[in-house]
């Protein structure tokens, strides 16, 4: 259906975040009266610590709004991608805010030409801006004249590009065939795929509609490998422009990972997690009869007569059942999501594929899936939550400036969120074939979604990025040699 044709009640409200248009308008005008306002005030006066903190609490209400505008106008994005409205609001959202950034760029350069004990000493006076100004010495080496921060700012938006192509390519021009089989032909769109089609028990069903969802991409292959392409020389260009050393370390600085680290989870994938998953695809090929095993048939259910669907009802009272071992704030929130349209669950056209929670400050979280009813969303859903439950916390907690962590701890709640209801639902289980399937469904979508899926197009994209590194291009033919090299290495002769 089209956005404007679903349940609203099974959509997310973001009246929460601006009652009216008007409202989310007015606030733009805002944003840029009171940068200019700042910029009166502040810029070529930014030596004293005093000065400095003081900029810093007037910039944050500036950037509470940014966040605030920023997620109204993503998230209806979101849902509508083909939409003429959410297009045009969206590319306005960030013609308004572009130079915006520009303006606002002279803090950090201001602050960054000081020495660094006047920093110091505005870290000692106001705690709270501490964090944000421990974070800013550690970009001193790579950050440019005030100038040139001005124009890479005002370009931020341009650099979305990439994305936006591909993903106005996956979600509005992609068009699939049926699925046929047996004289039966059943539609397909991406969203169902990934959630019904790719997890279907039956395999002659699942391995056709596998095969028509593969053979359209294969049509925009070029095209993709064109949009990640232009990402990847980006981050390469930025890299050398801010006087990094590699692609990698530009890359990893701003999510607070090093290189050992990022090293250590690709290769651990590899090394210790590869025998598990192949050791489940040997008993998905055992259990179900399979001719052979193939990648079409990694997310079949192990069990496929004891599949079960559930309502949206009951997904609630078992992830706020399930969860409530948090608390009881924690159980109120959760009770707070599902009741005040805090998920958007429909699968309507041009809607975002996958699952995501934004996390708007201090308003409340917006989690995105599109429902199928499988124990799999039962999971997401308690994932994504997880996200919000933990930023929830940051925002009553930490500064606009603060709210952000380390990309290497940011799935820590989400995925234990899971592994709590996993818990919760092997406790429930009333006889050792319930058990068996609850345990498939947590190595199938907990284990295999965030430790393997992700890992691997972590460890295939560092395969990309040593290429960008030493100057190399990639096209589609050398993306899918190098994606198919780091699926043989992992599944090994087993899929």
């Known amino acids: 259906m089209k956005r404007n044709e679903v349940d609203k009640s099974l959509t997310w409200n973001l009246s929460d975040l601006f009652k009216t248009e008007e409202d989310y308008k007015k606030a733009l005008k805002e944003i840029v009266e009171k940068t200019d306002e700042l910029v009166k005030i502040y810029e070529g006066k930014l030596d004293c610590y005093c000065t400095i903190n003081s900029c810093l609490e007037d910039l944050k209400p500036i950037y509470e709004l940014i966040d605030l505008t920023g997620n109204y106008a993503a998230l209806d994005y979101e849902t509508d991608l083909g939409g003429k409205e959410q297009f045009e609001r969206i590319v306005n ?62 370009l931020a938006g341009s650099f979305e590009t990439p994305f936006r192509v591909y993903n106005q390519s996956k979600m509005q021009d992609l068009s699939f065939e049926d699925v046929e089989v047996n004289g039966v032909k059943t539609p397909m769109t991406y969203n169902i795929f990934e959630g019904c089609f790719e997890v279907d028990s039956n395999t002659e069903f699942r391995r056709e509609a596998f095969k028509k969802f593969y053979k359209t991409l294969a049509k925009y292959e070029n095209t993709f490998a064109s949009a990640y392409y232009s990402n990847v020389q980006q981050d390469k260009a930025m890299s050398k422009v801010r006087k990094y050393d590699s692609v990698f370390d530009y890359l990893l600085s701003s999510q607070e990972v090093t290189m050992d680290m990022y090293n250590r989870q690709c290769d651990v994938i590899m090394e210790k997690l590869a025998p598990h998953i192949r050791k489940y695809a040997r008993l998905l090929k055992r259990v179900n009869k399979l001719d052979k095993m193939t990648f079409s048939d990694m997310k079949m259910p192990l069990d496929s007569e004891f599949q079960k669907v559930y309502s949206i009802d009951e997904c609630k009272n078992m992830v706020i059942d399930g969860l409530s071992v948090l608390g009881n704030d924690y159980k109120a929130y959760l009770e707070r999501a599902f009741d005040n349209r805090y998920i958007d669950y429909v699968d309507n056209e041009g809607k975002a594929s996958g699952a995501f929670c934004a996390s708007p400050y201090k308003v409340h979280p917006y989690v995105l899936l599109t429902w199928s009813g499988n124990m799999s969303d039962i999971l997401t859903i308690a994932h994504e939550l997880g996200h919000g439950g933990h930023f929830s916390l940051c925002h009553q907690n930490q500064n606009i400036l603060n709210v952000d962590c380390s990309t290497y701890f940011v799935e820590a709640p989400s995925t234990t969120n899971e592994l709590i209801m996993a818990h919760y639902l092997l406790e429930k289980a009333k006889t050792d074939r319930e058990r068996r399937w609850i345990l498939s469904e947590i190595i199938s ?19 990309v990025y040593k290429i960008i590194d030493k100057g190399g291009a990639v096209d589609a033919e050398t993306l899918n040699t190098l994606f198919k090299e780091t699926m043989e290495k992992f599944f090994g002769e087993d899929v």
Request: aromatic share 12%; proline share 1%; no cysteine.
């Open 445 to 463: 979508k907990t284990y295999y979604h965030n430790f393997v899926t992700h890992f691997l197009e972590a460890y295939y994209q560092r395969e």
């Open 93 to 154: 959202y960030e013609n308004t805010i572009a130079p915006v950034y520009a303006k606002l760029s002279f803090v950090e350069t201001e602050i960054l030409a000081n020495d660094k004990r006047i920093i110091e000493k505005a870290m000692k006076e106001n705690s709270e801006n501490r964090r944000f100004l421990e974070k800013l010495l550690d970009r001193k080496d790579h950050t440019l004249s005030k100038e040139v921060e001005g124009t890479l700012s005002a």
